[in-house]
């Protein structure tokens, strides 16, 4: 049966070294449940190491965890890959990871810390998280493609690391699934400001717990999958986005 679910499909955790420590699997799965979240995509910056977490500790609130991260292409361009099982998502991790050079620097950057699903210190990742990787936009989004992932277009209204505000454009050959933009533009002036072809998807991008939720999606679909995301994204068969 087909029902209105509300998602923030793009939220950091404590791997990120630009979010706050406090983004723990269990804070964020309490918090969208708090503000009636229904699928949350965990999308931290070329990693997925602390996805498996978040789907035990959402587990209990019964809210649906799409396994993500937001890659970093060559361009500086922020790219968010969502999956709807952790294996394609941590294959991408693998890709990313080959081509990402550099070591981070805690001083500088942040820690990068993995957890398990009651937010204990397993590890510190050494990878440079908030760099970008070898691989060109295009390469990027045919590689989340063949790993049947959606591809959507980070932020898109923002001039640092959104596809526009690094390009000048969005390339007509790129087959994105969707644009993405911030909480700081509407629906409405967003519709009018970029190219209509593409389907319009609004989260919090949140790196602090207050802010999951602060924006996001609502879909007209049977659950919370990329399958029937996808078909929300092209009207098919009755699924849609409801602004």
Do not use: W
């Not at 500086?76 to 709807?84: G, K, Q, Y």
């Not at 998280?129 to 493609?145: F, K, P």
């Not at 699934?177 to 911030?182: K, M, P, Q, R, W």
């Not at 970029?194 to 319009?200: G, M, Q, S, V």
Request: aromatic residues 6%; charged residues 25%; negative net charge.
């Amino acid at each position: 049966m087909l029902r209105a679910l509300k998602a923030d499909l793009h939220i950091h955790t404590c791997l990120s070294p630009c979010a706050d420590l406090k983004m723990s699997p269990l804070a964020i799965a309490e918090q969208a449940k708090i503000k009636e979240i229904d699928i949350i995509g965990i999308c931290d910056h070329n990693s997925a190491e602390n996805v498996p977490a978040l789907i035990k500790a959402a587990n209990k609130y019964k809210i649906c965890v799409l396994p993500g991260l937001e890659i970093t292409s060559q361009e500086e361009v922020h790219i968010l890959a969502l999956f709807n099982e952790l294996k394609p998502a941590l294959r991408l991790q693998e890709i990313i990871y080959d081509n990402l050079p550099g070591e981070n620097d805690e001083d500088t950057f942040g820690m990068q810390v993995v957890v398990n699903h009651k937010g204990e210190v397993l590890r510190f990742n050494k990878k440079l998280l908030i760099g970008a990787s070898t691989l060109t936009v295009e390469d990027v989004v045919q590689t989340i493609h063949s790993l049947n992932g959606l591809a959507i277009a980070a932020h898109i209204d923002r001039e640092g690391f959104s596809l526009i505000g690094q390009l000048g454009f969005i390339p007509e050959h790129l087959e994105l699934d969707a644009l993405e933009i911030s909480p700081l533009i509407s629906y409405e002036e967003a519709s009018n400001k970029f190219d209509p072809n593409y389907p319009i998807t609004c989260s919090s991008d949140a790196h602090f717990i207050g802010d999951i939720g602060k924006s996001f999606t609502t879909f007209y679909i049977e659950e919370g999958t990329t399958e029937e995301i996808k078909k929300a994204f092209l009207n098919k068969e009755g699924r849609k986005i409801i602004h």
